[in-house]
């Protein structure tokens, strides 16, 4: 069964850290040009978050996470991830990985992706 899986969220009190992963099964993660996270807190639509190319050397970050979370992947371990730190109220929503097969610009339009999870929900107390 070809899915994504999200772990790692958690509560955690503001200007604190968390690290997420995806880790992606009946597939072959290197297959896929382009991971991306997204988040959606409760009565807003789903946002972009960051976005990693197939090799790693390429990463887009919206601009209320850049600098504060950064995206890797790891192909041989099918897995991407997301650190988050210096955690805000304000990120508090629940995060999904997706994935698609073939690079797409701009990576922050959710309805390119082919693969979505199901999400891992991030609660940052103040």
């Known amino acids: 069964q070809v899915q994504l899986v999200e772990s790692g969220g958690g509560l955690v009190q503001a200007g604190g850290s968390l690290r997420l992963s995806c880790a992606a099964s009946?597939?072959?993660?290197?297959?896929?040009?382009?991971v991306g996270w997204f988040r959606q807190a409760p009565g807003k639509e789903r946002e972009f978050v960051a976005a990693?190319?197939?090799?790693?050397?390429?990463?887009n970050y919206a601009d209320s996470v850049k600098g504060r979370f950064t995206i890797s992947r790891d192909n041989t371990k099918n897995t991407a991830y997301l650190q988050m730190n210096s955690l805000k109220p304000e990120d508090t929503a629940v995060y999904f990985c997706?994935?698609?097969?073939?690079?797409?610009?701009?990576?922050?339009?959710?309805?390119?992706?082919?693969?979505w999870g199901r999400g891992t929900q991030v609660t940052v107390s103040s």
């Open positions: 990693i190319n197939r090799r790693g050397d390429n990463t």
């Open positions: 009946g597939l072959t993660f290197s297959n896929y040009a382009m």
């Open positions: 997706a994935a698609r097969r073939n690079w797409s610009f701009p990576p922050s339009l959710p309805h390119v992706y082919d693969l």
